[in-house]
């Protein structure tokens, strides 16, 4: 540990921070989505659905691939700054392929649901029983964004260890 400069330390402080950060800011995003949006295009679909539709309705996917991916580079970066910080580093890797599973499972699941809810909603595709895939896909919502808070506010001991490194002049 000792041959860890204060520019070093700074450094990892700064990415994490910057990573801390754009987290809430993205659980604060999906935290507004879950509780006012999602709300409004799963009430009666397939009517609702136009909620959803990119001609005038509210498709926030530029904002999402925008957000999430300015957010995994600054998380790699965190990784990268902390890599001589082996239980802040461990504990990054960790959460980073906790991280990384939940957005398999947004690419492979929810990405896909939500196009084809647009698809309906724009009459470019029909789709059956809608009323409970729309609720299935509101209530495994809930999980997810859960797991993402859940996974951001491990990042907070990881960054208290981090400054706890730094020496006090």
Not at 43 to 72: C, M, T, Y
Not at 87 to 99: D, K
Not at 132 to 161: C, D, E, H, Q
């Amino acid at each position: 540990m000792d041959q860890l400069t204060a520019n070093y330390l700074g450094r990892a402080e700064s990415w994490l921070l910057i990573t801390i950060l754009l987290y809430f800011l993205m659980n604060g995003a999906q935290i507004f989505e879950t509780a006012v949006v999602v709300p409004k295009w799963t009430a009666h679909p397939p009517a609702s659905l136009q909620f959803l539709a990119d001609r005038h309705g509210a498709s926030l996917k530029n904002f999402w691939i925008l957000l999430h991916s300015v957010h995994e580079i600054t998380f790699i970066l965190a990784i990268v700054f902390c890599w001589k910080l082996g239980a802040v580093r461990n504990g990054l890797l960790l959460l980073f392929a906790l991280h990384f599973a939940v957005r398999v499972w947004t690419l492979a699941y929810f990405a896909p649901n939500i196009i084809e809810f647009q698809g309906v909603a724009e009459g470019t595709i029909g789709a059956s029983d809608l009323i409970r895939r729309a609720n299935t896909w509101k209530m495994l919502n809930y999980l997810r964004v859960a797991f993402f808070v859940a996974i951001s506010l491990g990042l907070i001991p990881l960054y208290l260890k981090l400054v706890a490194l730094k020496p006090v002049f």
